[in-house]
C-alpha cells in the first residue's frame, strides 16, 4: 500500500493548487483522507480531512475554512485538496494519510503516510 502526494509548487499570494493523494495497493473508499501540514519549526498539524464513503464526515482546520476544500474521486482512487486564495502561511510541506474510524486532525490517527509535497506561497 503506498500513498502518492503531488501538487506542490510555487504560487503567489492568492493562487491557487490542487493537491492530489494517489493511493495504490488498496481501495480509497474504505478509508478517511487526511491532509495535513508542517512549516519548518513547526508541528504537523491537521489541514482537512473527508471521512470514508461510508460517512459524510469533513473537517478543516480554522485558517483554512473557506478557501480549502477536500474532495475524493472513486474511480482514479485519489484524494485532492484543494487550496484557494493561498496565503504566505499556507507555505508548508503537505501530506496526505490515510486512516480508518471517525475523521480526526490528529496525525496518530493515520495510518500510511504520503511522502510530501511543498507548497510554496511568495511573490
Known amino acids: 500500500v503506498q500513498l502518492q502526494a503531488s501538487g506542490g509548487g510555487l504560487v503567489q499570494p492568492g493562487g491557487s493548487l490542487r493537491l492530489s493523494c494517489a493511493l495504490s495497493?488498496?481501495?480509497?473508499?474504505?478509508?478517511?483522507i487526511g491532509w495535513f501540514r508542517q512549516a519548518p519549526g513547526k508541528e504537523r498539524e491537521g489541514v482537512s480531512c473527508i471521512s470514508s464513503t461510508h460517512g459524510n464526515t469533513y473537517y478543516y482546520e480554522d485558517a483554512v475554512k473557506g478557501r480549502f476544500t477536500i474532495s475524493r474521486d472513486v474511480a482514479k482512487n485519489t484524494g485532492y485538496l484543494q487550496m484557494n486564495n493561498l496565503k504566505p502561511e499556507d507555505a508548508a510541506v503537505y501530506y496526505c494519510?490515510?486512516?480508518?474510524?471517525?475523521?480526526?486532525?490528529?496525525?496518530?490517527?493515520?495510518?500510511?503516510w504520503g511522502q510530501g509535497t511543498q507548497v510554496t506561497v511568495s511573490s
Open positions: 495497493g488498496d481501495t480509497l473508499n474504505y478509508y478517511n
Open positions: 494519510a490515510i486512516g480508518s474510524g471517525n475523521c480526526s486532525r490528529f496525525p496518530d490517527r493515520f495510518r500510511v
